[in-house]
C-alpha cells in the first residue's frame, strides 16, 4: 500500500500510534483510538536486538471491550522479529483480514510479545491508521 505524502498528512486523515519500550519489553496495550479508523501500516526499530536461545518476536493486535493485551485480533501476516537486526526498521505484512485492521472509537492497539526480551531494549513501534 503507498504511503501518504507529507501533505497528506498534515491534512489529519492520517493518525500515528507510537510505543516507545526502554528495556525489558512486556505485552501491553499502547494506544486507544479516538475515532473509527484502519490500520494501512506498522514498523518498528530497535537499538539493541534480543538475544535469547528461542524466539523473541512481536506482534501487533486489536483489542476490543475487555481484552487483554495478548487476546485481540493479530493485525500482522508476519511477527516482528525482534533478534534482526538492530537499527533496522521492519515493516510486517498486514493481516489480509481487513475488518480486523478497522478500530472502532475506544479499541485500542497492543504489543504481544513472546520469548525473553531481557537484552531487547530501544523499541520503536510506529502504527499508521487512516480516519474512515
Not at 24 to 39: G, Y
Not at 59 to 83: H, M, P, W, Y
Not at 104 to 124: H, Q
Amino acid at each position: 500500500m503507498a504511503q501518504p505524502s507529507q501533505f497528506e498528512l498534515s491534512t489529519e486523515q492520517y493518525l500515528e500510534a507510537t510505543f516507545y519500550g526502554a528495556s525489558s519489553i512486556a505485552d501491553v496495550q499502547f494506544w486507544t483510538a479516538p475515532v473509527k479508523c484502519q490500520v494501512v501500516a506498522v514498523r518498528e526499530v530497535h537499538a539493541t536486538a534480543g538475544t535469547d536461545a528461542g524466539a523473541v518476536t512481536g506482534t501487533v493486535r486489536r483489542c476490543q471491550g475487555t481484552e487483554a493485551a495478548t487476546a485481540g485480533d493479530d493485525l500482522l501476516s508476519t511477527t516482528i522479529n525482534f533478534k534482526g537486526t538492530a537499527l533496522t526498521e521492519q515493516t510486517p505484512a498486514l493481516t489480509t483480514t481487513n475488518g480486523d485492521l478497522t478500530l472502532e472509537a475506544g479499541n485500542r492497539l497492543s504489543l504481544d510479545v513472546t520469548g525473553t526480551t531481557t537484552a531487547l531494549a530501544g523499541v520503536i513501534l510506529t502504527v499508521l491508521l487512516k480516519r474512515v
